[in-house]
């Protein structure tokens, strides 16, 4: 079955750096497009950025873009976000998403942007 397990989250100063990475098994990671959606308290979940399956095409929010990057390692069936001068409002937990089927979500890792 589809698995994806998030790491990398946690507790950083505005203006920081985190990177995120989404292991995922149990489908042809290479041939799906990934993405990474994030969700605040009493807000609904957003999408922060995609990539398509070869890599060569992202999208990001208006509000990530210039600070967040999006990567995958097809090699190592894993995908990542590199997220660079954080701020308070980047606080959320944040999902690695597939449209495998009717689509599957990682279990989230918090990211707190707080001094």
């Known amino acids: 079955q589809v698995q994806l397990v998030e790491s990398g989250g946690g507790l950083v100063q505005p203006g920081g750096s985190l990177r995120l990475s989404c292991a995922a098994s149990?489908?042809?990671?290479?041939?799906?497009?990934m993405a990474w959606y994030r969700q605040a308290p009493g807000k609904e979940r957003e999408l922060v950025a995609h990539i398509n399956s070869s890599g060569g095409s992202t999208i990001y929010a208006d509000s990530v873009k210039g600070r967040f990057t999006i990567s995958r390692d097809n090699a190592k069936n894993t995908v990542f976000l590199q997220m660079n001068s954080l701020k308070p409002e980047d606080t959320a937990v944040y999902y690695c998403?597939?449209?495998?089927?009717?689509?599957?979500w990682g279990q989230g890792t918090q990211v707190t942007v707080s001094s």
């Open positions: 998403y597939v449209g495998v089927g009717p689509g599957s």
């Open positions: 149990g489908f042809t990671f290479r041939i799906y497009a």
